[in-house]
Structure formats: structure tokens, C-alpha cells
């Protein structure tokens, strides 16, 4: 495969599926209503034992903006740690200063205490008040991936300025298109982008699996999960795809 395929999972049955399906790597979330939160420790150590491919955790103590006080930096440090512990292949961070600026000093930390796994700056980048100048802080951070949308809420809408940051990446760092990608555009974002990696959540809704449910309550009680057959269209056709 000349492409990674990156999958977003927030729940274990899904991390079996994406797998199954031609992904090459797995972020694993909590909270898919917040965007995704930190995973527990039950469930990465889960998806751990029963994946073969690449695990990145994500890094994320709460929903919300990406400014976080000092209490909340301490909990990402000890979450960094225990993904490592826990056999993850990287870890995936996004943290800015008050004027939308990337925060440095305590991203390079993240890293640091990360290290030898890899690391992935997340969507905070599409938050930054200058995604040029946010590009080159995040390379001397050490990251080694960014995902981005291009800075609106569609990859393909921002499809132009991500191929613009991968001209300027020059190969220093991986920029992973991300957000709205799905199997209906996926090659379009891989024709203007010259990207190589690719990020999607896959997300169906199924509904809940209970044969009792108390009506008064008024919940559907749906569940976000992976759906399998639309992971295999995208690796079909980024398989089937050249290089750009």
C-alpha cells in the first residue's frame, strides 16, 4: 500500500473492524461528541492485545478548546507515560497558547516524555492564528505528523491549503488530511493534496442492542461505531491509486 489509512476508534469492536477492513493504523478516542478525548487505560490496554497494527492514543484530558491550565498539563504528562507503558506506538497532542499560537514549551515536553513513540499534532492546528508559522513550530517541536482540515470543518473544502502546507513540509514532517473524508472524496483530496496519509472516522450510528428499554427515559441510546464496509472502499481505492 503506497498510503496509510488512519482510522478514528472509540470503542473496541470498532478497533476489530477498522483492522479487518484495510486500516493501517488506529487513534484511539474517548467521547466522540467532544471531538475525542484521552482513552482509558482498560481500553487501550485492550486494543492493544488485540490489535497488529499501529496504535496512536490520544492525548486530551477533556472536550473544549485546546488552552489547557497546569493541572490539566500535568494530567497529559501522566497519560503520556502510561501510553507508553502500555505499548502504543504514539501518542497524538494539541496544545495552543491564548492567541492561537502553537504552545512550544510544553508541547516539546509531550515529546520529549514521548519518546520513542511517535507523536501526531491533532486538529488544534486547525485552530491556529497562522497555520505557515504553526507548521514550523510544530516540525522543531519533533512532531512527526500533523492532521489537519485545512483550517474549515471539510478536508476537501481546505484541500488547497493543505497542499500548500505539504509543499512547505518538504518532507520534514507528514501532513494527514482529516475530517469530513470519506470514500465519495477521498481520491479527489489525494489528487490536489499529494498527501500520502489519510484520517477518517468511518462513522455509522448503530442503534442500541438492549431488548428492554425504558421508554420514559426518551434515549436512543445509539452508539458511534466504525463501519467496515466504508474502510474498505477507501483502502480499495487509495490501493488502487498511483502516487501523485
Known amino acids: 500500500m503506497n498510503y496509510q489509512l488512519e482510522i478514528i476508534a ?6 476489530i473492524i477498522a483492522q479487518a477492513s484495510g486500516a493501517t493504523r488506529i487513534e484511539l478516542c474517548d467521547n466522540p461528541g467532544d ?6 487505560y482498560g481500553f ?29 498539563f500535568e494530567i497529559m504528562k501522566a497519560d503520556v507515560k502510561n501510553h507508553k507503558a502500555l505499548g502504543c506506538d504514539g ?35 486547525d485552530r491556529t492564528n497562522d497555520p505557515i508559522k504553526a507548521l514550523e513550530d510544530i516540525i522543531d517541536i519533533g512532531c512527526e505528523r500533523i492532521l489537519t482540515s485545512g ?6 473544502d481546505g484541500a488547497a491549503l493543505i497542499a500548500q502546507l505539504i509543499q512547505q513540509a518538504n518532507e520534514r514532517i507528514i501532513i494527514m488530511p482529516g475530517s469530513g473524508l470519506r470514500s465519495s472524496n ?14 477518517t472516522s468511518a462513522r455509522i450510528f448503530v442503534n442500541t442492542k438492549m ?3 425504558v421508554a420514559g427515559m426518551n434515549e436512543d441510546l445509539q452508539n458511534v461505531m466504525v463501519d467496515g464496509d466504508e474502510v474498505k472502499k477507501i483502502a480499495a ?6 502516487p501523485v
Open 10 to 15: 472509540f470503542n473496541i469492536e470498532s478497533c
Open 35 to 40: 471531538g475525542g478525548t484521552t482513552p482509558s
Open 44 to 72: 487501550i490496554k485492550a486494543a492493544r492485545e488485540k490489535l497488529q497494527i499501529e496504535l496512536y492514543a490520544m492525548v486530551r484530558p477533556r472536550g473544549g478548546d485546546f488552552f489547557y491550565s497546569n493541572d490539566e
Open 91 to 125: 501518542v497524538v497532542i494539541g496544545l495552543l497558547n491564548k492567541d492561537g499560537s502553537v504552545d512550544k514549551e510544553r508541547s516539546k515536553k509531550l515529546v520529549e516524555l514521548a519518546y520513542p513513540m511517535g507523536v501526531t499534532f491533532q486538529r488544534a492546528f
Open 151 to 156: 483550517l474549515v470543518p471539510n478536508c476537501f
Open 186 to 199: 477521498v481520491i479527489d483530496v489525494a489528487k490536489i493534496t499529494g498527501a500520502k496519509e489519510f484520517h
Open 211 to 213: 431488548d428492554f428499554v
Open 237 to 242: 481505492l487509495l490501493n488502487a491509486c498511483q
